[in-house]
Nanobody
Framework: QVQLKESGGGLVQPGGSLRLSCAASGRTFGSYAMGWFRQAPGKDREFVATINWSGTITYYAESVQGRFTISRDNAENTMSLQMGSLKPEDTAVYYC?????????????????WGQGTQVTVSS
């Protein structure tokens, strides 16, 4: 079993930056891929970014490509999402998730373990 806890959310102005972190416990951290998803009010949860077990492969949603960077530190059991050039449409609850395998996946159906989420609000 994997336990995940997000941190780093908050209120930021348009154009600003924010860094989210996800602390993991349970299974050996370097043995599974992870991802970030988000859910805005009244919308479905959507894929943001994913990273494979070793951190060598990443994929991003088109809406965040070039603005967000996903990374992981297997020695510290943490994953991060560096968000830049933030827009009001990035406002959402951001969730950290983990798969049971090593490959990075875009589909939510591959993620078995979820954190409780952290709110990101982009507003002036």
């Amino acid at each position: 079993q994997v336990q995940l806890k997000e941190s780093g959310g908050g209120l930021v102005q348009p154009g600003g930056s924010l860094r989210l972190s996800c602390a993991a416990s349970g299974r050996t951290f370097g043995s599974y891929a992870m991802g970030w998803f988000r859910q805005a009010p009244g919308k479905d949860r959507e894929f943001v970014a994913t990273i494979n077990w070793s951190g060598t492969i990443t994929y991003y949603a088109e809406s965040v490509q070039g603005r967000f960077t996903i990374s992981r530190d297997n020695a510290e059991n943490t994953m991060s999402l560096q968000m830049g050039s933030l827009k009001p449409e990035d406002t959402a609850v951001y969730y950290c998730a983990a798969t049971d395998g090593q490959d990075a996946y875009i589909s939510m159906r591959n993620y078995m373990h979820w954190g409780q989420g952290t709110q990101v609000t982009v507003s002036s």
